[in-house]
């Protein structure tokens, strides 16, 4: 089983080009990490993009380490279509119970037969 990583892409109003797209077989892991200028992942803006290519896939969000819903257990999402996409975020996706703290880390696990493209994105945030 492979495993690939993913940085968080935050979009900003200037533009930027999106690279962020990455191609994760079935039963293999994606995990998702901030970048240094982000410094943490924010459930609260947070949402990622997952399509499946070349058949179907099913994602699974495994549950954090540490926190408080931990013992919920993993999150399997439901069976995405060949060229279809879901969007993962809002309230079932929350901190307390899928991130990895020590790493500061959320991981996706994905089984079908086809691979799945992720984007991760994170809104910036408001200073004042």
Known sequence: ???TTLTIITPSLLGT???GVTEVASSETCTIQASTAQGAIDFNS???RITAVGGSVTPTLGNGTIYSSIGQGDKALTVIASSASVIVGGQDFEGT??????AKTIVFSFVGTGTASIEA?????VTE
């Open 1 to 3: 089983m492979g495993s």
């Open 17 to 19: 080009t999106i690279v």
């Open 97 to 102: 119970r899928f991130l990895n703290c020590t």
């Open 121 to 125: 994105y994170q809104y910036p945030r």
């Open 46 to 48: 947070l949402f990622v």
